[in-house]
């Protein structure tokens, strides 16, 4: 049936390599999906919402840094940002990581705002053409029913300790020191962005004036303004 002749031997009863040494080394994938949040990892099916959580996530980073079997890591980032404090804490961890073993980033559909500010921690950032890029700005959300409360004849009174307490309460005027006060902080929050992001790419960002401006980017004009590497499809394409 082969064309030539074969001889038959009986499978050896030796033990296998990985039997006998233990498991082999591996190259780990940590996947950072949904709005960041702090606290655990949550997913909500009824919605279809997951919540990418710093601290599950940077006790996964962690372990991945001790695990003296993972060789490598990739982070694989499918995420709009979220909260400022869990996007620093998992870019922390990222950090320590990629100073005793390699960090590379794998972006999927987006990997914005906070979801960018983690990657940029990464040795290597690959992205998709279509991946959304970007959205390195600052935002800050609130509500305000000052108006509906006046309008339903409630009145509410609020007594501080220090006169910038309640800035952020939704029942509460908001005056011009408040809106500056959140302004400076908002300012400061999107410096260290862009300090992360400098730091991060180092020599291969080609700025432009609209880089750090809050817009989005694809995966394709990502590199060619140096905030990613390469497209990862290609990648994976020639290794086949």
Excluded at 63 to 90: C, F, N, Q, T, W
Excluded at 175 to 193: G, P, T, V
């Amino acid at each position: 049936w082969l064309g030539h002749k074969v001889r038959l031997t009986t499978a050896s009863k030796r033990p296998a390599h990985a039997e006998l040494f233990g498991p082999g080394p591996v190259v780990a994938v940590l996947h950072v999906e949904g709005t960041m949040s702090d606290g655990d990892s949550l997913e909500i099916p009824l919605v279809g919402s997951k919540l990418a959580g710093s601290r599950t996530l940077v006790r996964q980073i962690d372990a991945l840094r001790e695990d003296r079997r993972v060789k490598a890591v990739v982070v694989r980032i499918d995420s709009p940002g979220g909260s400022v404090a869990a996007a620093e804490a998992m870019t922390r961890a990222l950090e320590r990581t990629a100073k005793v073993k390699p960090v590379v980033v794998s972006m999927g559909n987006v990997a914005a705002s906070g979801g960018y500010y983690v990657a940029a921690a990464a040795d290597k950032i690959y992205a998709d053409k279509g991946s959304l890029v970007g959205s390195i700005g600052v935002r800050m959300d609130g509500f305000g029913f000052v108006d509906t409360m006046q309008k339903l004849g409630v009145e509410r009174r609020l007594f501080t300790a220090g006169e910038n307490k309640g800035m952020l309460d939704p029942f509460s005027p908001q005056n011009e020191k408040h809106k500056a006060y959140a302004k400076a902080m908002i300012d400061q929050i999107h410096q260290q962005f862009i300090g992360v992001v400098k730091a991060g790419r180092g020599d291969r960002l080609k700025p432009t004036p609209e880089t750090f401006s809050g817009l989005f980017w694809t995966g394709q004009q990502a590199i060619e303004m140096g905030l990613a590497d390469k497209l990862w499809l290609l990648l994976w394409a020639r290794r086949r």
